[in-house]
């Protein structure tokens, strides 16, 4: 007997597995639309994802230095030498091991992110043409990524040099400044800004940036020379504690004069409702980073509540710079096309009665 051939099944007419195939080809255009097509809308959403991801990865850097788990993969970019994932190494917890794993896996979520963010930028065309601009901005992002992956390979390597892990600190936090400033210009023009507050609270407001960004750096100091550099016999700042954290307290002590001069100042002159509202977040971010600082001082140093400090720095650091971008007014980013203005048809004049 002839065996029979496979049924095909078919609706209206068209063979399901083809059907199936068109469904599947849709799913996907319908969610490659956002970055291959982006509108305004959906850039805004993905360079927030990427500020997102950005200060994420610094938080659980934090956790990996502060919990001791440094070392827990001992080697790059293989956990070990005799393992590629993560296993309980010599001088540390299975926990300690799977913190510091787990924060290099983290990384590939990470590149997916900021690849996403790079081709939407590249695609994203507001009124018909690329914006430099924004690709440049959004390209800092996987190339700071590769760049850290190389920085992190030589902390581990150098035994958690204090120098090293300073570098590669500030390196992410000069990436999330790149994330957070393509966050704001994806919703701006791109004409020649102009200053939308007075001229000094401006420059108060620059100031304020470059003291956070010396606040940052010094924190990194501070955590370097203390106990929570890592286990006793990691390298360490050759500084006094004392000194350090009186210096990092010194300069928290500026912050908060700048910015509550900052505020008052664009409070009094009639500055935007926009920037008067991150002048407030920014103030109010600063003023519970402070809490949380003096509390973490007076309770000797507690490793999660120093977590949630540098973790704050960050948010800190974020509020910060928009406020300072909401200063400056770059246009809006689309305008309408100008259309010919249509003349009244003719008529012709109707005869006087007479």
């Known amino acids: 007997m002839r065996g029979r ?81 993560a296993s309980k190494n010599a001088g540390q917890t299975l926990i300690n091991t799977w913190i510091e794993f787990g924060n290099r896996l983290l990384n590939f979520p990470l590149v ?54 300073s570098i590669h600190f500030l390196v992410s936090a000069s990436i999330v400044a790149a994330a957070v400033v393509l966050h704001v210009r994806c919703t701006q023009g791109n004409e020649p800004p102009t200053t939308v507050v007075r001229g000094d609270l401006y420059v108060l407001s620059a100031a304020l940036v470059a003291v956070t960004g010396v606040m940052l750096a010094a924190g990194t100091v501070v955590t370097g020379t203390g106990p929570l550099a890592g286990h006793a016999d990691t390298p360490r700042y050759q500084l006094p504690l004392e ?30 409702p926009r920037v008067v509202r991150a002048s407030w977040i920014m103030i109010a971010a ?12 007076f309770t000797h140093l507690p490793a999660g509540l120093v977590w949630v400090h540098v973790t704050g720095s960050v948010l800190v650091w974020i509020a910060v710079l928009r406020l300072f971008l909401f200063m400056r007014d770059r246009g809006p980013l689309t305008r309408p096309s100008p259309e010919p203005v249509q003349a009244a048809p003719y008529r012709e004049p109707e005869p006087l009665d007479r």
């Open 243 to 272: 000194g350090v954290t009186q210096l990092h307290a010194d300069i928290g002590w500026l912050l908060a004069g700048l910015a509550v001069a900052l505020v008052v100042g664009l409070r009094m002159s009639g500055a935007p």
């Open 5 to 85: 051939g496979k049924r095909r099944f078919t609706i209206r007419g068209v063979p399901a597995d083809l059907l199936r195939t068109w469904i599947s080809r849709l799913e996907a255009s319908r969610f490659a639309r956002p970055v291959l097509a982006p509108t305004a809308q959906s850039m805004r959403r993905i360079a927030l994802a990427g500020v997102i991801a950005d200060a994420a990865i610094m938080s659980t850097g934090a956790a990996v230095r502060l919990s001791s788990s440094g070392l827990g993969c001992p080697d790059w970019p293989r956990c070990s030498a005799a393992d590629i994932v």
């Open 286 to 297: 600063l003023g519970l980073q402070g809490v949380i600082g003096y509390t973490q001082y």
């Open 112 to 165: 997916i992110i900021t690849v996403l963010v790079f081709v939407a930028a590249w695609r994203f065309r507001p009124q018909g043409t690329r914006r430099r601009d924004l690709v440049w901005l959004a390209a800092v992002q996987p190339a700071g990524v590769f760049a850290q992956a190389a920085i992190g390979g030589i902390v581990v390597l150098t035994k958690l040099n204090p120098a090293t892990v």
